[in-house]
Antibody, heavy 118, light 109 residues
Framework: QVQLQESGPGLVKPSETLSLTCTVS?????????WGWIRQPPGKGLEWIGS???????YYNPSLKSRVTISVDTSKNQFSLKLSSVTAADTAVYYC???????????WGQGTLVTVSS | EIVLTQSPGTLSLSPGERATLSCRAS???????LAWYQQKPGQAPRLLIY???SRATGIPDRFSGSGSGTDFTLTISRLEPEDFAVYYC??????????FGQGTKVEIK
């Protein structure tokens, strides 16, 4: 069974960089598929942040592209998100997920709340 | 950028009733890349439908999807208590990648 688990600080100061890691179990990232990050501000809808292939190729939401970096570490079966220059508007539950192109996000982590506040 | 608009915002129905949720795209979407998700409070979204009409693994057959072009529909034939949740449509395009609708909440009447 594929499982994903987000980890990282729950509180980040404004202007700093948000860093999260997604650890995948039950499936080797090296075997294929894209892997993605999605966020959801409290009480609001879903926003795709970006995705990465096991080879390292990435594509990002244009609205966030200037601040986002997604990377993959196949040796640890993890992929990571960095979002720079955060503001209160970046407060959200952040999810990682497996991406099946042409299908959608078929496995999700439970999500982690990141609050941006001084 | 393709914008997905879902309607209604909230649907108030009783268990056993039929639910019809709409997702309209600002421009034509490939049916292959239209998906629906269910999200319950405090939980991650769950993939229900992909390719506009194919049920994901383990999804009951009371859930069905249809549509093409700019108009897509998710139908729940007979609402079960566990179906009361928020539903999102999603599409994939070359730019900016994946986009979601704003969601429809199905609540108990």
């Amino acid at each position: 069974q594929v499982q994903l688990q987000e980890s990282g600080p729950g509180l980040v100061k404004p202007s700093e960089t948000l860093s999260l890691t997604c650890t995948v179990s039950g499936y080797s990232i090296s075997s294929g598929y894209y892997w993605g990050w999605i966020r959801q501000p409290p009480g609001k809808g879903l926003e795709w942040i970006g995705s990465i292939y096991h080879s390292g190729s990435t594509y990002y939401n244009p609205s966030l592209k200037s601040r986002v970096t997604i990377s993959v570490d196949t040796s640890k079966n993890q992929f990571s998100l960095k979002l720079s220059s955060v503001t209160a508007a970046d407060t959200a539950v952040y999810y990682c997920a497996r991406v099946k192109m042409g299908i959608g996000f078929d496995y999700w982590g439970q999500g982690t709340l990141v609050t941006v506040s001084s | 950028e393709i914008v997905l608009t879902q309607s209604p915002g909230t649907l108030s129905l009783s268990p056993g009733e039929r639910a019809t949720l709409s997702c309209r795209a600002s421009q034509s979407v490939s049916s292959s890349y239209l998906a629906w998700y269910q999200q319950k409070p405090g939980q991650a979204p769950r993939l229900l439908i992909y390719g506009a009409s194919s049920r994901a693994t383990g999804i009951p057959d009371r859930f069905s999807g249809s549509g093409s072009g700019t108009d897509f529909t998710l139908t729940i034939s007979r609402l079960e208590p566990e179906d009361f949740a928020v539903y999102y449509c999603q599409q994939y395009g070359s730019s900016p990648g994946w986009t979601f609708g704003q969601g429809t909440k199905v609540e108990i009447k």
